[in-house]
């Protein structure tokens, strides 16, 4: 039996790994107090995990609850260490790790929106031609002159990509993304 | 612990302070002034129940609560001001983070509305402190005041022991609000699980029934979890019969006089130890944290064992080492079921254990802490197994610095209870041990503290003598006086063709002088043969003492894992000439510390 692990909080032993790391989302609910967010993220930064979305925000006002979604990579058991690392902040409440969650309800991923602000100047055939794929991919006119269009899209996180990369080379003037909000499918809450 | 006059009444934010303190049990606080916690010393000086130790510098004042927390079990408590003060306490902030080991520290803070003005004294301190201690507050509104300080303690002390801040700004030390005694409801999201899953537990009792090979590994964690968890620790032992090791910091948990006793394991641990642990069929992990410095290189770690690891904070859990039954609580709380259960359906069968015990005869055979004597130097190791001899019937607390001198004390000095030694295991603090024994001297003023010291660290916190003085606190301070910083220097033998770049103490004062000059006792000894009187007059003067112990300058401490490498390829003394130290690292593990 080969029982030994990657180990993440030492910088002592840089052993191969052997497991494969993957994407996964958490759900973390905490109280709504100074600092929180940087427990968090120092967490993450302090013991060399990634952050790759990060989502913010009051979601119970009464009880002073902040839920904050996060997209990771990490290995499986790099993953089971990042959340009883979380779960260890006093003002955490909860983690779920969503990727899990939705594996065990035998779905392949959770739910996962994201949105974003797209800003696209010019005229002519240019700016007809992103009026009609941001219809396509619908995307809503948010504010608009004669010279620029800011569009609003919703989806996941590849159709995001997907928009921003046709824009491009039709006057892409700035972005504003999100970071992704996720939970799982069915009617149990996290 | 409320009584009924300090219900809910009015009074300044520097009076909540001191009554919280009060009111959670404190008897000693250890502290610096500054301008930015004067408020709260002006009510420190209009009372007599909190006794304030005035330390030499905020680190000393860190280690000595550390020192109390642990041959107490009670929290440390220390007292600093806003910007150096606070800074100057990370050190033993992160120490008693790594070693699990309850402070309260409390801050002083410029007032809120200078705060982010960089004014004089300020710093983020609870941006600074946030890595380094359990959890931290900033107190804004002196009405938050006094149930900030409760959460304090009741965080710091419970789960998993640790470390916590609350700042508090000068504004808010004058203020009036009211002061709420301690409840008994703790926030919801901090809510640490002792009690172990019964399922789990009577699954470990079945495999430890089993075990042709058993080990235990016993941690910090059994001595965090109090006297009872070292109580049902022996009787699991004495109920099992199986051998037991414990890390440094676990020491005193299982008594040294015990049978089962194989020595402490890890890095300087006894060749039966990590020999047990890497030939065992199942290891059982109480209270421990499969630190690096216990495992030596992870892929060949205890290749053949199933492991059960108790611990009561999850994260620790499959962090390092897989356990293929992880049980979640108090160490003593577990335990408690597991001796239970044991005793209820167990068969023990200590004939089974026999070629086992056999084994670990041969590999104790080895004689792994064997050195050479000599007859015109004191060996440093035979100083600790004097110090030993001559102190062990007393009511003695060791604590220690760190190097090779910290080994040595944790390899031949035997502790059979527990609280009884304090050491920096996972920080390496040097410094540590003199204010450490201060700490233990005030909470224990009649006993014997002895500081094992090297002659390097001892000089990073040497001030703190000034303040063992004033406190007429006899701590003894034996210095295993090597001229090098050895355990720096043995790493450059091993690791760096023996250059010996910046270990060597040029200048060294005299330790029998700066004792005098502090108003303590120097001693000062360089023959085996007088060492017992020497150490006998340092056990009889009633004052601080500064022993200057001349030992052996290049003896090298062993046995050894040397980086990189496995349990059974530990470095023995007998084996190991220069060239074989010289060689015992490969370019690999190199790279490791
Ligand atoms: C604050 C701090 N700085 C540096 C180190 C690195 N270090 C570890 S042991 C050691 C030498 C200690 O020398 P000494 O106190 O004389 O003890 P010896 O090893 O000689 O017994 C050093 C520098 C440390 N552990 N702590
Ligand atoms: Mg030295």
């Not at chain 1, 969503?98 to 055939?125: F, I, M, Y």
């Not at chain 2, 380094?132 to 900033?138: I, M, V």
């Not at chain 2, 421990?288 to 009561?312: C, M, V, W, Y």
């Not at chain 2, 250059?499 to 000062?524: C, N, Q, W």
Request: hydrophobic share 40%; aromatic share 6%; with cysteine.
């Amino acid at each position: 039996m080969n029982a030994q692990l990657q180990p993440t909080g030492s910088a002592y032993f840089i052993a191969k790994e052997t497991e494969k790391p993957e994407s996964h989302t958490l759900s973390v609910l905490v109280d709504n107090e100074p600092g929180v967010l940087a427990r968090v993220i120092g967490l993450f930064s302090g013991r060399g995990y990634n952050i790759e979305s990060l989502t913010v925000s009051e979601t119970e006002h009464e009880k002073h609850l902040s839920r904050i979604t996060i997209v990771t990579r990490g290995t499986p058991h790099v993953m089971e260490q990042i959340k009883h690392q979380l779960e260890r902040i006093v003002p955490v409440h909860r983690v779920v790790d969503l990727t899990v969650r939705s594996h065990e309800l035998g779905q392949e991923r959770p739910l996962e929106r994201e949105l974003a602000l797209v800003k696209v100047a010019g005229t002519g055939d240019a700016r007809v031609e992103a009026l009609r794929l941001a219809d396509a991919f619908r995307a809503s006119v948010i504010d608009a002159n004669t010279e620029h269009f800011i569009f609003e899209i919703t989806g996941k996180g590849s159709k995001l990509d997907q928009f921003i990369a046709i824009m491009k080379p039709l006057g892409l003037v700035e972005i504003c993304r999100t970071g992704v909000a996720a939970m799982n499918r069915g009617p149990q809450g996290m | 612990m409320t009584n009924g006059q300090n219900e809910r009444r009015e009074m300044t934010g520097a009076e909540m302070v001191v009554q919280a303190l009060k009111d959670n049990g404190v008897k000693h606080v250890f502290g610096y002034p500054g301008g930015a916690v004067l408020p709260i010393y002006d009510e420190i000086f209009q009372q007599d129940e909190v006794e304030h130790i005035l330390v030499r510098h905020e680190q000393g004042a860190g280690h000595a609560a550390e020192g109390y927390a642990r041959s107490t079990g009670k929290a440390g408590v220390l007292l600093v001001t806003s910007g150096p003060g606070a800074t100057n306490a990370v050190t033993p902030l992160q120490d008693a983070l790594m070693d699990s080991i309850p402070l309260v520290c409390l801050t002083g803070q410029v007032p809120t509305s200078l705060i982010g003005s960089d004014a004089f004294q300020e710093c983020d301190t609870v941006g600074i402190t946030r890595p380094c201690t359990k959890h931290n507050w900033l107190v804004k509104d002196v009405n938050d005041l006094a149930a900030t300080i409760h959460e304090a303690f009741h965080v710091a002390t419970t789960g998993r022991p640790g470390p916590v801040v609350v700042d508090i700004p000068k504004d808010v030390q004058f203020a009036k609000g009211i002061y709420v005694p301690p409840q008994t409801a703790p926030r919801t999201s901090y809510q640490p699980k002792v009690q172990g899953d019964l399922e789990k537990v009577k699954a470990a009792v079945e495999l430890m029934a089993g075990a042709k090979k058993p080990i235990i590994y016993s941690g910090g964690g059994v001595i965090n979890s109090g006297p009872e968890a070292s109580h049902l620790l022996r009787e699991l032992v004495d109920l099992t019969g199986f051998p037991i090791t414990s890390t440094l910091m676990g020491l005193g948990a299982y008594p040294a006089s015990g049978k089962n006793w194989v020595g402490m394991l890890g890095m300087h641990g006894t060749y039966e130890a990590n020999m047990a642990m890497h030939d065992c069929d199942v290891m059982i992990c109480i209270g421990a944290r499969f630190d690096d410095r216990i495992t030596g290189r992870l892929n060949a770690f205890s290749p053949n064992s199933k492991k059960i690891h108790i611990d009561i904070d999850p994260s620790s859990i499959n962090k390092n080492v897989h356990a293929d039954i992880g049980i979640l609580g108090d160490v003593g709380r577990v335990l408690e079921d597991l001796v239970r259960l044991w005793r209820a359906t167990a068969k023990t069968d200590k004939k089974a254990l026999y070629p086992w015990w056999e084994q670990i005869a041969k590999w104790r055979a080895r004689d792994s802490l064997a050195y050479k004597m000599n007859s015109d130097v004191i060996m440093p190791q035979y100083a600790i197994q004097r110090l030993y001899a001559l102190t062990k019937d007393m009511d003695t607390y060791i604590t220690t610095e760190v190097g090779q001198h910290q080994m040595w004390a944790a390899q031949h000095y035997h502790f059979d209870k527990p609280n009884r030694w304090m050491t920096s295991g996972g920080l390496g603090t040097m410094g540590y041990g003199l204010p450490a024994a201060l700490g233990v001297q005030i909470a224990h003023p009649d006993a014997l503290v002895i500081d094992i010291a090297g002659d390097a660290s001892v000089q990073m916190t040497m001030q703190e003598m000034s303040s063992a003085v004033q406190y007429e606190a006899p701590i003894k301070i034996f210095i295993l006086n090597n001229q090098y910083m050895g355990m720096v220097r043995q790493w450059q033998q091993l690791l760096h063709g023996n250059r010996l770049s910046h270990s060597y103490t040029e200048a060294m004062p005299d330790f029998v002088k700066l004792a005098e000059a502090y108003g303590g006792h120097g001693i000062r000894c360089d023959k085996p043969d007088e060492l017992d009187d020497a150490i006998r007059e340092m056990i009889s003067v009633k004052k601080p003492v500064l022993f200057d112990c001349r030992v052996a300058t290049l003896a090298n401490c062993f046995p050894m894992i040397p980086s990189g490498k496995a349990h059974n390829e530990m470095l023995l003394p007998d084996e190991a000439t220069d060239e074989a130290v010289a060689n015992a690292i490969d370019a690999k593990g190199r790279e490791l510390v």
